[in-house]
């Protein structure tokens, strides 16, 4: 701790913190331009400093730390005088048409202007012509622009794509981009102080003062990050977020139009959802539900006695029960913040970029601020996180239980608990099925030396394996036995929460009853089932997200159908509101609207409460690794493009990303297609159509096939071989 | 003086008494009274006043509809929107100040971006049912776009009576022939106006 003070005050400050963190962590006010808490201080913008005792000039005080009896003051006459003159020059033939700017009024620039009282633009330069550009969702207005760098610095550090960056020119300088990096997340317009980067979508259609903030969390992914929906006229117009604190992907700032907009209710087909969920055999659903409907089909299922399916939740299950069984507690130690907070990382069986946009970022973020040493070891090189990732390692299709094996093995250094398991393993066997050489994890073991924060990140790929309940008590144990914090990437949305609350059984023959998933009787929150139900952005409740922690949604979109609770109602499961059920979901006993919901000052999430983890017993024997799958011939790898995620994304407007399948030159021979090609194949019994595209930065015999056009995502293996079929013409 | 203003009591010599007959209570009284207004003659007296004044046409009133009293230039009637004096396009920038200081919410604007990716209004406008002519929305206006004009006549069949942006905007042959009216009313610019204005250094 170090001593010092800030205006008189007697202020401590942890090692790191720097004089502005420590200020506005104890409530005091220093005016900043650039600076931005969840990244590196730019320091471009010089509206930050403060006096300090006995030194001459000014400090900056949002990179500097402070020293041991140090007095510092953040306002007077002089200073006043200084920023006063910084804002004159921000200024510079600054266009004054405030009224028709999209920032309408949201404006830092606007507000410092006038708290520095700078009534006139009194210098000027002769201007030039500044061609607006448009760049997919975001356009760019350089004469608006006051080169602040916070949106090239959140797309280099936070988001990780080096798409942005300063065409240097003095007076000339503006932002570029390099657009085939953009991932079109629009983390770049979250952070523009002034109107300079607006969502294209949005631009000039509403003043932000007309709109209604509805705080929630997004409803694509297992972030399930903050964000506020804003409302006008029942219609959701944008998103926004704590850009301060916090981050979104493109899914999440764009695509929030997929609410089912239903004006009146349909007694008849109502009558009939309740009739079949009375004849239903089996109740099919997703992980696109909150946690209250999980725990109301639950119930239901439980007075009716139909079996309750989602398989997807309950491989997850499967994977966490077997993780438990070794960990000695029920959940997975590492958050998204451990993993920005980490020096090293090794990911398995994940598609980063596009299972959990959050996950790369947060490896961009440890990789920028912790210069982390982050290995990927996946079938398929992903040139999207490229400049993330330090060590690829291609592994073989199929053998995720060898290389965690492996991992084991390397990294775990009391293995008396598991003797037998260790001693079965063949290296040369191991080595030579899943194509990982010993050299590698030679590379990964050395860089590890002197690592203070390891992660170990955990996919869909590991989770719906053939053998995941071992891999889950490899995982496990590598928790317990190794300082790595393990993460696992639940697939969907609210996967962990239906993992927690719902008993699943196994789909038998017999009449089903589908929610948002195809079935005799279908509810479908897209509406084409035969009963309409509420979207997630027009509901409340609640997800648990990656982080462990159950957070809140509130309903922004209007909706006046039927829902779930009034189907389970009508069968005598009676409550007036869903969010009812809040407190009784068995973590802990907090009613719905006691759960909060904000940032604080400096940048503390209040979201919900975390889920504890369990201590379970940690004696279960880890399986020899048996034989590996062999995949050979064209295998297609279920993954969708980045920020697609489910039928909910896929109808977004402003969501791009289409359904081909995209393959590497060598795949397109190996397969006998060509690019342009219509084709045809079947994965699980599901048929998909699909046109098929050559990637030239792929390489490998692994095609990319996205999947979100399916209603439910799918617990099997997601890599699979197929028969390609032509069917052009 | 003070004192004048002081005193509130306002009634005691100042007001001028109408002399009123007591009324009458009693029955016979009234019977009496009725007799007397009956064959005093009184109704002719009227009569000839009316007949006098028809044959002079000397006539006192405004022949509402076909004539009308000239409006003064602060009167708030309906809106108008005005155009740019130099290239004859609309004023409006679409800010929606006019939509959010209306104390009645009548006022209802739509924007979008247009091709030459400027804001533009896309639709406007005013429920004359509700609006109460306050003259908020001209005050506030930064374009002196939105104005109130010296249309007064709004009645309707019906209570929610729109009016829309093309129908308040000034016709173009109206502005080429030079006859677009400023307001003078509340909000306008004063005719100092032009000492006050600072201009932004063009220092090149």
Request: charged letters at 25%.
């Amino acid at each position: 701790m170090i001593n010092f003070k800030i205006n008189g005050i007697s202020a401590q400050a942890k090692k790191g913190e720097t004089i502005l963190q420590v200020a506005r962590r104890m409530g005091m006010y220093i005016p900043t331009m650039c600076y931005l808490s969840k990244a590196n201080p730019n320091a471009s913008c010089r509206m930050c400093i403060v006096e300090a005792k006995d030194v001459n000039g000014f400090v900056l005080s949002c990179n500097t730390p402070p020293t041991e009896g140090a007095e510092f003051f953040t306002d007077s006459p002089a200073l006043f005088k200084e920023r006063q003159n910084i804002m004159k020059l921000y200024n510079v033939n600054h266009p004054l048409q405030c009224g028709v700017c999209d920032k309408s009024g949201e404006c830092e620039l606007q507000n410092k202007t006038l708290e520095f009282g700078v009534a006139e633009q009194s210098f000027a330069v002769r201007d030039q012509a500044r061609k607006k550009k448009k760049w997919g969702v975001h356009t760019y207005d350089p004469s608006l622009c006051i080169l602040c760098e916070k949106c090239t610095t959140v797309c280099h550090e936070i988001v990780g794509s080096e798409a942005l960056y300063i065409e240097v020119g003095g007076y000339k300088s503006h932002i570029d981009i390099n657009l085939k990096n953009c991932i079109q997340c629009g983390e770049c317009v979250s952070v523009c102080p002034v109107g300079a980067m607006a969502s294209t979508e949005f631009k000039y259609t509403s003043n932000a003062w007309e709109m209604k903030k509805v705080p929630s969390s997004c409803a694509h992914c297992s972030s399930a990050c903050s964000l506020n929906y804003e409302v006008k006229d029942g219609e959701i117009k944008r998103v926004t977020n704590e850009a301060e604190f916090s981050s979104l992907c493109g899914a999440g700032r764009f695509g929030f139009d997929f609410a089912n907009n239903v004006s009146a209710k349909d007694s008849e087909a109502f009558d009939k959802a309740v009739a079949a969920f009375r004849d239903a055999k089996n109740v099919v659903f997703n992980s696109y539900i909150t946690n209250e409907e999980a725990y109301l089909l639950n119930q239901l299922k439980q007075k009716l006695g139909f079996n309750l399916v989602n398989d997807e939740a309950r491989a997850f299950k499967t994977f966490m029960k077997a993780f438990a069984s070794t960990a000695g507690e029920s959940l997975y130690s590492a958050t998204l913040d451990d993993v920005r907070a980490s020096d090293y990382a090794i990911s398995v069986g994940c598609s980063i970029a596009s299972d959990n946009p959050m996950v790369k970022f947060a490896l961009s973020q440890a990789v920028g601020y912790k210069k982390a040493f982050v290995a990927s070891i996946h079938p398929v090189e992903e040139s999207a996180i490229a400049n993330v990732i330090s060590l690829f390692v291609k592994n073989e299709v199929g053998s995720e239980e060898a290389a965690l094996a492996m991992i084991a093995d390397a990294f775990v250094e009391d293995k008396s608990t598991q003797k037998e398991f260790f001693d079965s393993l063949d290296f040369g066997y191991l080595s030579g099925e899943s194509n990982i050489s010993e050299e590698e994890i030679a590379i990964l073991k050395q860089k590890y030396a002197r690592k203070k924060s390891p992660v170990l990140i955990l996919g869909a790929d590991v989770i719906n394996h053939k053998s995941a309940s071992n891999i889950g008590r490899i995982a496990g144990f590598i928790q317990k036995n190794t300082q790595f914090k393990v993460l696992v990437v639940p697939p969907v949305t609210n996967t962990f929460g239906v993992s927690l609350i719902c008993d699943l059984d196994e789909k038998t023959a017999g009449y089903t009853v589908g929610y948002n998933v195809k079935g005799d009787f279908t509810l479908s929150a897209k509406g084409d089932g035969d009963l309409d139900m509420p979207a997630l952005n027009s509901q409340e409740g609640t997800f648990v997200n990656i982080d462990k922690d159950l957070v809140v949604l509130n309903a922004a979109a209007s909706y006046k159908g039927y829902e779930l609770n009034d189907i389970a109602s009508a069968l005598g499961v009676k409550t007036q509101n869903v969010i009812d059920y809040t407190s009784k979901l068995g973590f802990k006993d907090v009613e719905f609207d006691d759960l909060e919901n904000y940032y604080d000052n400096v940048g503390n999430a209040y979201r919900g409460y975390k889920i504890e983890s369990k201590s379970t017993s940690a004696d279960a024997k880890i399986q020899e690794v048996t034989e590996l799958g062999e995949y050979n011939g064209s295998v297609v790898y279920d993954r969708d493009p980045i920020s697609q995620f489910s039928p909910f994304t896929k109808d977004c407007k402003q969501i791009k990303g289409n359904l081909d399948l995209i393959g590497s030159e060598q795949f397109s021979i190996a397969a006998k297609i060509k690019s342009g090609d219509n084709v045809k194949f079947s994965v699980n019994g599901v048929e998909f159509v699909r046109h098929f595209r050559v990637d030239r930065h792929m390489k490998g015999t692994v095609a990319y096939n996205p999947v979100f056009d399916i209603d439910s995502k799918t617990s099997e293996y997601r890599y699979n071989q197929v028969k390609i079929e032509v069917i052009n013409g | 003086m003070l004192e004048d203003f002081k005193n509130r009591n306002v009634s005691e010599d100042t007001y001028y008494k109408v002399d009123i007959e007591a009324y009458p209570v009693t029955g016979w009284d009234k019977f009496k009274r009725v007799v007397q207004r009956t064959f005093k003659g009184e109704l002719f007296v009227g009569l000839w006043v009316v007949m006098r004044e028809m044959i002079d046409f000397k006539i006192h009133t405004v022949q509402y509809p076909e004539e009308k009293m000239p409006i003064g230039p602060r009167y708030r009637a309906i809106h108008e929107m005005k155009r740019l004096l130099e290239s004859n396009t609309e004023r409006c920038i679409g800010c929606g100040l006019c939509e959010k200081i209306c104390i009645s919410n009548c006022i209802k604007i739509d924007t979008k971006i247009d091709q030459n990716s400027r804001k533009e209004v896309s639709e406007y406008s005013i429920n004359l049912g509700r609006c109460i002519f306050c003259g908020y929305c001209a005050e506030v206006c930064p374009e002196l776009a939105i104005t109130h004009g010296g249309r007064y006549e709004n009645a309707s069949d019906q209570r929610e009576h729109f009016v829309m942006y093309e129908d308040m905007l000034t016709p173009i042959d109206v502005m080429k022939a030079n006859a677009q009216k400023e307001f003078e009313g509340f909000g306008a610019i004063t005719p100092h106006e032009d000492e006050r204005v600072k201009k932004t250094p063009l220092a090149y």
